[in-house]
């Protein structure tokens, strides 16, 4: 296994915008599902985002639909999520990994914290 990077994190405001991105230094991970994923403290990690091989298709939980969108680089062995219209309730350490079934070790995730 390798770990993955996860970057972009940071302080916003509800409302606020981040961009996260998610990447495997000396690796090509082109031909993979790959998806995004959360925690928030004392709870469990949770699936957050998809987005297929090609990055055409793509997958989200309920509680993000409309808000985040999961794009890739294929050229650029990234993974990124737009998360747009920040919720308190969307604090959490966000990781990546391939979809459904991590075949990476999990990385340190990138912190998002939302709060006025």
């Known amino acids: 296994q390798v770990q993955l990077a996860e970057s972009g994190g940071g302080l916003v405001q509800p409302g606020g915008s981040l961009r996260l991105s998610c990447a495997a230094p000396?690796?090509?991970?082109?031909?993979?599902?790959m998806g995004w994923f959360r925690q928030a403290p004392g709870k469990e990690r949770e699936f957050v985002a998809a987005i297929g091989s090609s990055g055409f298709s793509r997958s989200y939980a309920d509680s993000v639909k409309g808000r985040f969108t999961i794009s890739r680089d294929n050229s650029k062995n990234t993974v990124y999520l737009q998360i747009n219209s920040l919720k308190p309730e969307d604090t959490a350490v966000y990781y990546c990994?391939?979809?459904?079934?991590?075949?990476?070790?999990w990385g340190q995730g990138t912190q998002v914290t939302v709060s006025s």
């Open positions: 990994n391939s979809y459904p079934a991590p075949i990476y070790a």
């Open positions: 000396g690796r090509t991970f082109s031909g993979n599902v």
